[in-house]
């Protein structure tokens, strides 16, 4: 990942990333991400009971702290597609990780 840089108000990317990920349902649309890029519909059956506001909202939050990337697709009425940033890939296997020690709980 990039070094830390201090954001408006004061507020380093580090605390935006650890914010974002520390969101119900960003791990579960990391991991999902993880394997590919996927489509709005893709995404909220990969990730199960998550409702599309806080889908929307959750992408819209990595996407600006630059953890996915959102492409549309060429046609008019086609959707959007979603996926990892490099630093995004950097974050999965911590994100497994986090994953594997709450199971362990």
């Known amino acids: 990942m990039k070094k830390s840089q201090p954001t408006t108000g004061g507020e380093k990317r580090c605390d935006k990333v650890l914010k974002s990920i520390g969101d119900y349902w960003a791990l579960s649309i990391i991991e999902a ?62 994100a497994e990780d986090i994953r594997k020690f709450a199971e362990g709980l």
Request: aromatic share 4%; charged share 30%.
């Open 33 to 94: 991400l993880g394997q590919g890029e996927r489509r709005f519909c893709e995404l909220e059956r990969a990730v199960v009971g998550v409702n599309p506001v806080t889908l929307t909202s959750r992408l819209k939050k990595m996407e600006r702290i630059g953890l996915i990337k959102r492409r549309k697709e060429s046609a008019k009425k086609m959707p959007v597609a979603y996926s990892l940033t490099a630093d995004g890939y950097e974050l999965l296997p911590i």
